[in-house]
């Protein structure tokens, strides 16, 4: 980096004062104020960002070298002296070598120190960190994956997760937290499907929305991602181009952003590095002003996915150079430039010095940027840092039991046909690759894989208990043998014969394989491990198949960042399936084992038959079986939503009015009963299907979720309300509509078992939705005095 400096401001020079220091004003007035005290440098100064790093690269793509990079420099640099003019954002100090909280708070403090200096209106910086699967920090907590999060179907627990992990960031100096991932999965194969929460729509909306609640009730600025597309690339490759229409953009992409922005308060967007129908995301228009601004009411910043500025020059290839990179994404709606500043600073200067960018468009992003300031509160004068930052406790009990609670919700028993609980004095062989191995049980984004994978034989900070260590715990009086059997990133088969051997010798089999989480092919799941197909990773295919052909009893246990197609292994006794479960998921998943815990987790995405099938549930009649006119079968082995529970639920009734006004509400009453000996968890699912549409609309999609329990014998009714705008889409015209017409209204344990149902009328002229509409569907459960057909409900415990 080319370093420019001007002197630092003088420590005797008082910080020159204004309106923007009147606490009276409201936050826009004060941002105002201070944008008309600042020259052009001084603006664009807030605008971009610094990393202290060498290895960035590692973590995320890196700049390729072109003269871009050679025009990196910054009015906004780092010197000996400090900071000239001002700096935008502070980018990852905890979350880019392992440091400790002491360390890392101090070097915060000295750097926004700096900062401040460096500007005559001693404006701090934005401190932002990543925050995926919790604080990516040393000895911080590292939560589920949000597949897992999905798996749970539990939006209050998301919400306190994110609570808690707002806390840790605000507690050490941290302003801006770079989660959640709201893309919705489009093809299993794509590496960041651990990333996600899921592949519907209604669950990634309302999930993502309660993960930003937590998050900004912190006062930590939730940052959603990608927008928009990214998940949809072609043949899942990462950062491929993205050719959906219109309608899939509308229906299926944006619908999450706009449920985190208008039910969660999301006050930051980052944009996605794909194009989409030929124009990168970082340059549309259309995108960052004409959806975001324009339609949604977004007043919030737009950052810039790490150097997605300069890939519009080096990467897409749409601009010449950084200077022009920078003025097509402040053009198109991007305020500020992480994590580093390449095509805004001093190239942005001078384009509009030359006229090339209006001074406006740096005005309207600064403005939004300083709004934020104001917001946190970086001009009133406290402390840089917080003065007891330094004794934070990154992994403390509330986190650990948030994680464990986490943990447990998350784990989906696919089968058991009578092998679980396991016996706890059995003959146990535990088997596999992903057995005695802790990457397989934390995301990519957990700081252990992230950074420390780049710090061989570093400490990891926190204790990850491997799923042989929880086995071993969890059945004390077992005897217990382990074989590792192959590779899970290498197609090494040379451990297979012997466990072989264990297992034939063996009560009973727990066979635990799927993949290791990390970066651009540092891993067989996480940013830029996209799969060829979704068979197991390295020789774990030959091992289950060889395990399975002892004839043992096998408990099949997949720790993975996607699904695998598990059709070939349908003899398994039992199959455990956890996406990534964090620090406290090994216990999770022993504790499912042995019966200490109750299997609650639904599926956020399909399990495949085969490992050529990538479809997700969200399909048109013509995407699904079609005897005699594909060979094709893309029926999923397991469903969306699936997942076994202890107790015999049966769903009894779906009552609902016969018709429902084009702009009303219906309110529909889902009966279950728990005809078993044993508490349950039922996740009452409820689908809709369009009977006759003027455009194609998928055979079946999820309109609402009720996670409630159920205790033995008893029975439970949840009411739905439901808005007609639930069943709207995106017409002929372009325009979203709700369209009269015939409906089916269906309920049941997931969305390939739905046992009642009814058809309904939407009455009414067709319905063009112009403004904001209804992006949730409440629910409560019926309690004593409410009847349902004339039976009284038993009391139960509402939401």
């Not at 000895?139 to 597949?147: K, V, Y």
């Not at 699912?685 to 159920?710: C, H, K, N």
């Amino acid at each position: 980096m080319t370093l420019q400096h001007e002197g630092p401001r003088s420590a005797t020079r008082p910080v020159e004062r204004g309106r923007w220091n009147d606490r009276r004003l409201a936050p826009v007035e004060r941002a105002q104020a201070l944008l008309e005290a600042m020259t052009l440098e001084e603006k664009v100064a807030q605008l971009g960002s610094v990393w202290f790093t060498d290895s960035g690269g590692d973590f995320a793509p890196s700049v390729e070298a072109t003269e871009t990079t050679a025009a990196a420099e910054t009015v906004s640099s780092p010197t000996d002296d400090g900071f000239v003019g001002g700096l935008g954002q502070l980018t990852r100090i905890f979350g880019t070598e392992p440091v400790t909280v002491p360390d890392g708070v101090r070097r915060l403090r000295e750097l926004q120190q700096q900062v401040v200096d460096g500007n005559r209106f001693g404006i701090p910086a934005i401190a932002h960190e990543e925050c995926l699967t919790g604080f990516a920090a040393y000895g911080a907590t590292a939560f589920p994956t949000p597949l897992a999060w999905a798996a749970t179907f539990d939006e209050d627990l998301v919400e306190r997760m994110a609570e808690a992990i707002g806390d840790d960031l605000r507690s050490v100096g941290v302003h801006q937290g770079l989660a959640p991932v709201l893309d919705v999965v489009r093809d299993y194969r794509w590496g960041r499907v651990e990333e996600t929460l899921g592949e519907d729509p209604y669950l990634v909306g309302q999930l993502g929305a309660a993960y930003v609640r937590g998050l900004e009730r912190t006062g930590v600025i939730a940052t959603l991602k990608h927008f928009a597309g990214y998940a949809a690339s072609r043949g899942a490759k990462n950062h491929g181009p993205v050719s959906i229409g219109h309608r899939e953009l509308a229906d299926v992409v944006l619908p999450p952003f706009e449920t985190a922005i208008r039910l969660g308060g999301a006050r930051s967007v980052m944009n996605a590095y794909t194009d989409l129908d030929g124009v990168p995301a970082g340059a549309s228009v259309e995108l960052l002003t004409g959806v975001l601004r324009d339609a949604w009411g977004f007043y919030g910043t737009v950052v810039a996915d790490y150097w997605a500025i300069p890939f519009l020059a080096t990467m897409h290839r749409v601009a010449e150079g950084a200077a022009e990179a920078g003025a097509l994404a402040l053009t198109a709606g991007i305020d500020v430039e992480l994590p580093e500043t390449v095509g805004f600073g001093a190239a942005l200067v001078g384009s509009v010095r030359d006229g090339t960018v209006s001074e406006a468009l740096v005005d309207r992003a600064v403005l939004r940027h300083l709004r934020q300031k104001v917001e946190l509160g970086l001009l009133d004068g406290g402390p840089l840092v917080p003065e007891d930052a330094a004794a934070t406790d990154l992994d403390g009990p509330r986190n650990r039991a948030i994680a464990t609670r986490l943990a447990e919700e998350s784990i989906v028993l696919l089968r058991n046909s009578g092998a679980l609980p396991l016996d706890a004095r059995s003959r146990i062989a535990v088997i596999g690759p992903a057995a005695d191995q802790f990457r397989s049980l934390v995301g990519c984004y957990a700081f252990p894989n992230h950074v420390l994978s780049k710090h061989p034989g570093h400490d990891l900070g926190i204790a990850i208990p491997t799923l042989l260590d929880a086995v071993r715990t969890e059945f004390p009086g077992a005897d217990l043998v382990s074989e590792e059997g192959c590779g899970i990133t290498t197609t090494d088969r040379a451990g297979i014969p012997a466990a072989v051997k264990a297992a034939a010798e063996a009560d009973v089999v727990v066979l635990a394989v799927g993949d290791i989480a990390g970066l651009f092919g540092d891993g067989t799941s996480g940013e830029g491990c996209d799969a060829e197909d979704l068979r197991l990773p390295g020789g774990q295919h030959e091992l289950v198949l060889a395990v399975l052909a002892t004839g043992t009893p096998v408990v099949l246990v997949v720790l993975s960042g996607r699904p695998y197609a598990l059709g070939e292994y349908v003899t398994a006794d039992a199959v455990v399936q956890a996406f990534f479960p964090g620090q406290e998921g090994a216990a999770a998943v022993a504790g499912v084992l042995s019966g200490r815990v109750a299997p609650s987790g639904r599926l956020p995405v399909q399990i495949p038959r085969s490992p050529a099938m990538s479809g997700t549930s969200l399909q048109p009649p013509l995407g699904l079986a079609s005897r005699g006119i594909s060979v094709l079968d893309p029926t999923p082995l397991y469903s969306f939503g699936h997942g076994l529970t202890a107790g015999d639920v049966r769903y009894r009734s779906l009552e609902a009015a016969p018709e429902l006004a084009v702009d009303g509400e219906l309110l529909v009453d889902v009966t279950v009963e728990n005809a078993g000996a044993t508490d349950a968890v039922e996740v009452v699912q409820l689908y809709g299907t369009d009977l006759v549409a003027s455009v194609v609309r998928p055979a079946v999609e999820l309109l609402a979720f009720a996670r409630i329990d159920l205790a033995a014998g008893t029975t439970a009714t949840v009411r739905f309300t439901v808005s007609a705008d639930r069943l709207s889409f995106t017409g002929v015209d372009g325009r979203r509509i709700v369209e009269p017409g015939r409906s089916t209204l269906s309920a049941g344990p997931s969305a390939g078992d739905r046992p009642v149902a009814r058809t309904i009328e939407v009455t009414g002229a067709r319905r063009v939705l112009t403004g904001p509409r209804s992006l949730r569907v409440d629910w409560h459960r019926l309690g004593t005095g409410d009847r349902v057909d004339g039976l009284a409900v038993a009391p139960t415990g509402g939401r």
